[in-house]
């Protein structure tokens, strides 16, 4: 009878352990940027110091790149977007911090073709001991309910209404909205 129970265990062990970073290949960045190709669609682990880190974009949904510097050898983008705006400004701030010091960061993620080039899509970054999961929450579904969302009726200027709170959005006149829209400047 425990031997069924035991057998289970033993699977859930091995799927959790197979989807850790953990099992991510330790690749070298100047071997990334030699051969790309190789690499394609794997989950890879690297050390890198960082060349350039952007303030994460968006309310809700955040995007956030950086790139990573091979010593003058060649540079790798890495992107992270979802969301989890909290948890991408933690990883921001400490991929900034490690910037700042001239340290190197350790990444895991998946090398994808990008519109823009080879990219890495980030699961994890480490400096020191700190490692964030990119992936992880809390993502904005745990703040709002399942109808208040970014573009939904409820959510109006990064915040959730409830009720009959939603306020009345009276359209500014079309001469104003041509101006705003094509960024010239109408004069009468």
Wanted: glycine share 8%; net charge negative.
């Amino acid at each position: 009878m425990y031997a069924k129970y035991l057998l289970v265990l033993v699977a859930v062990a091995a799927v959790v352990g197979m989807a850790s970073p953990a099992t991510a290949k330790e690749i070298d960045l100047s071997a990334v940027m030699q051969n790309p190709h190789q690499f394609m669609n794997q989950e890879i682990r690297m050390s890198a110091p960082i060349a350039e880190n952007t303030v994460p974009k968006g309310g809700e949904y955040r995007t956030w790149s950086f790139v990573l510097d091979s010593c003058g050898k060649g540079a790798l983008s890495v992107q992270e977007s979802g969301f989890n705006p909290e948890t991408i400004e933690k990883a921001y701030r400490l991929v900034e911090k490690a910037r700042l010091n001239g340290d190197k960061v350790t990444v895991t993620g998946k090398l994808e073709e990008t519109k823009a080039g080879t990219a890495l899509m980030l699961t994890s970054v480490r400096h020191g001991d700190t490692v964030i999961n990119t992936d992880e929450g809390p993502f904005v579904e745990d703040y709002y309910g399942d109808d208040i969302y970014p573009g939904s009726p409820r959510f109006y200027m990064g915040r959730a209404y409830y009720g009959s709170d939603l306020p009345e959005v009276v359209a500014p006149p079309a001469r104003t909205r041509l101006a705003r829209i094509s960024g010239c400047e109408i004069k009468d």
